[in-house]
Nanobody, 122 residues
Framework: QVQLVESGGGLVQAGGSLRLSCAAS????????MAWFRQAPGKEREFVAAISWSGGSTDYADSVKGRFTISRDNTKNTMILQMNSLKPEDTAVYYC???????????????WGKGTLVTVSS
């Protein structure tokens, strides 16, 4: 059974940091890109960051560039999102996703976690 499980969400004050993890199991994700998306209450899902299989290529939404860092450890089937200088507008449920092709819309990506809530207080 394929599973992507996010962890690390929580409540943090503005300016603080959180580290999200996405653990993959039940499937060989060799060659798969991975990405983080988020969805705030009442808003559509939006792209946050993506990383290639090798980790050599990354992509960030403008809203998080310079504050968030995406990484992965293929030996542990884990992807990380280090979030620094958090703002109240970063409050959302954060989802990880994986597929051979990563899209900024998330459309067509076949594997998704159930999400972890990040709340940033002002």
């Amino acid at each position: 059974q394929v599973q992507l499980v996010e962890s690390g969400g929580g409540l943090v004050q503005a300016g603080g940091s959180l580290r999200l993890s996405c653990a993959a199991s039940g499937h060989t994700f060799s060659g798969y890109g991975m990405a983080w998306f988020r969805q705030a209450p009442g808003k559509e899902r939006e792209f946050v960051a993506a990383i290639s299989w090798s980790g050599g290529s990354t992509d960030y939404a403008d809203s998080v560039k310079g504050r968030f860092t995406i990484s992965r450890d293929n030996t542990k089937n884990t992807m990380i999102l280090q979030m620094n200088s958090l703002k109240p507008e970063d409050t959302a449920v954060y989802y990880c996703a994986a597929d051979r092709t990563v899209t900024r819309s998330g459309n067509g990506m076949g594997y998704w976690g159930k999400g972890t809530l990040v709340t940033v207080s002002s």
